[in-house]
């Protein structure tokens, strides 16, 4: 890996990697950096600097699989961070949830992953003939791994666990992603009684996989932007709020 000196020329060391989709999810982080300098690596944006006297690189990924995936491999090439940190908004997947809640990736799930039963022409579209699959990985060349889902990091959760969200509740969870904005409540439910979703997005487990094949320490965190079951409209501004959230958190580590 390149590493930060490589980039920037100053002292090497250990940097977390901030990573959102939009700048509605950034703007809280890339202010609070200090000594701030924009890097563009091809169509992917990162802007380096200090929070809090830690190194810090905040990454606008943009939206979707493909995008989260290229923009986790490039920061982690380009900067070796000791940590990775997936934030922004989410669609509630678990009615208990609401408006402003804070979910810690205890785990990440990709929900789109599923084989299907045979069904003859007209039997119709049944999600109960589908069946969850996993991720492979073939770690550092070796044998090939399944993985359901993938674990967050835990000292990095047990840190975020004690920042206060002064708007909601901060909660252990599974982070559910794919290229999909569901509004239906009756797949909503059957994606998270497949999944076990709490929150769906479409960037944290395809970086969290991609961090994981890098072997790089990885915690996503996501803040309830809507919930069709008790505020089906979308606030942008939970992507201002959780951005603070996370300020805090990397002031915290």
Partial sequence: MAGLAAITGECSEEAVLVQGALDLELQPLVAALEGRREKQIASWT????????????????????INAVAATVLGIEHYSPSLVI???????????????????????????????????????????????????????GNAVTSFANFSGDARAME??????????????????????WNREIDMIASDRARYGTD???????????????LRTRFLAIRMISDSEYNHPTFERIAGKYCAEFVVQVVRSL
């Avoid at 069946?131 to 770690?139: I, N, T, V, Y």
């Avoid at 840190?159 to 999909?180: E, F, L």
């Fill in 46 to 65: 990162y802007w380096e600097g200090r929070i809090g006297g830690k190194q810090v690189v905040v990454s606008r990924t943009e939206m979707g699989p």
């Fill in 86 to 140: 997936n934030q922004g908004t989410a669609g509630a997947h678990n009615p208990g949830l609401h408006l402003w809640d804070i979910v810690l990736g205890e785990r990440t799930v990709d929900y789109s992953a599923y084989s299907s039963t045979h069904a003859d022409a007209g039997a119709s579209v049944n999600p109960s003939r589908w069946k969850a699959d996993p991720h492979r990985l073939r770690l550092d």
């Fill in 159 to 180: 840190v975020a666990a004690k920042v206060k969200n002064p708007r909601g509740k901060v909660v252990r969870g599974t982070i559910g992603s794919a290229a999909q």
């Fill in 199 to 213: 929150s769906e997005d479409m960037e944290s487990a395809f970086a969290h996989g991609a961090a994981v094949g």
